[in-house]
């Protein structure tokens, strides 16, 4: 999958260059994984969420954070309305 292998590209470059550049690099990852569904974001970047959350870089730490509380929030919701709908 094409798309993943440039992401996982910019995943990797968040751990190899200067601050300024993971800044950058991390602004460009938020607009993508913003354009992309949770559930895609789940399946195929969980390790690189989970490897983000261990960076030494706080940028990168927020970033992801804020993609696992928005996963949380969009999973959230959907198992409530699933649960309205049993109800």
Request: one cysteine or more; aromatic letters at 6%; charged letters at 15%.
């Amino acid at each position: 999958m094409m798309y993943k292998v440039q992401v996982t590209i910019l995943c990797m470059c968040l751990c190899l260059y200067s601050e300024s550049e993971v800044e950058t690099c991390c602004s460009v990852l938020r607009k993508l994984l913003d354009a992309v569904d949770s559930t895609a974001i789940l399946s195929n970047f969980h390790a690189e969420l989970l490897a983000g959350l261990d960076s030494e870089s706080e940028t990168v730490q927020h970033l992801c954070l804020v993609q696992v509380v928005l996963l949380l929030t969009y999973f959230t919701d959907v198992f409530l309305v699933d649960i309205a709908l049993l109800i």
